[in-house]
Structure formats: structure tokens, C-alpha cells
């Protein structure tokens, strides 16, 4: 069974930080290229960021270049998204994906961003 399962969601204040990791499971992580996604409500489904299978390639948003980092660790099955400067707009559920062969994606987790 293919899982992805996203934690680290949580309500900070403007200008905090944040970890979110996506542990995967159930098909061969490595060779999936892995991207983190996110919808504020009303709002259509953003990607943030993704990461290529061999770390080799890492892309951002606009909204977010410089203050978020994607990392991986293909020995523990694991993707992460540091979330530094927060802003208000940050605010949204964050979904976890992997990408190749096929598509996965997690339950997502709510990260909210507010004083």
C-alpha cells in the first residue's frame, strides 16, 4: 500500500518557522521526484516546491524562494520543507506528492500563519 503521510502542520505567528515531513512508504522512494503542494482556501492548488530523486535539482515558488528549502533522505524515505519568515499567506493545507512512474499524494496537513 502507498502512503505518504505529512505532519508538522501547525498555527505560528507571522515571521516564524516551521518543519513539515512527508514519510513515505509502500513503492521505491528513490527514484520518485517529490514536490510539496498547497491550497489556501478558495484559492486553486499551488506547488511550492519540488525536489528531483537524486536531490540534484530543487525549485521554488516565487511566493517562496528564499524562505522555504525542500530537502530529502532517500535512506529514511522522507521529504521535508523548512518554512522560515512565515506570512499570513502562507496559510493553507500542504500536500506531500511524488512523482514518476505515477502520482501519489498525502492527506495534507494545515499549517496556519496568523497573530
Known amino acids: 500500500e502507498v502512503r505518504l503521510v505529512e505532519s508538522g502542520g501547525k498555527s505560528v505567528q507571522p515571521g516564524g518557522s516551521l518543519r513539515l515531513s512527508c514519510a513515505a512508504s509502500?513503492?521505491?522512494?528513490?527514484?520518485?521526484?517529490m514536490e510539496w503542494h498547497r491550497q489556501a482556501p478558495g484559492k486553486e492548488r499551488e506547488l511550492v516546491s519540488s525536489i528531483t530523486h537524486t536531490s540534484s535539482v530543487t525549485k521554488y515558488a516565487d511566493s517562496v524562494k528564499g524562505r522555504f528549502t525542500i530537502s530529502r533522505d532517500n535512506a529514511k524515505n522522507t521529504v521535508s520543507l523548512q518554512m522560515n519568515s512565515l506570512k499570513p499567506e502562507d496559510t493553507a493545507v500542504y500536500y506531500c506528492?511524488?512523482?514518476?512512474?505515477?502520482?501519489?499524494w498525502g492527506q495534507g496537513t494545515q499549517v496556519t500563519v496568523s497573530s
Open positions: 509502500g513503492f521505491t522512494f528513490s527514484s520518485y521526484d
Open positions: 506528492t511524488a512523482t514518476w512512474r505515477n502520482e501519489y
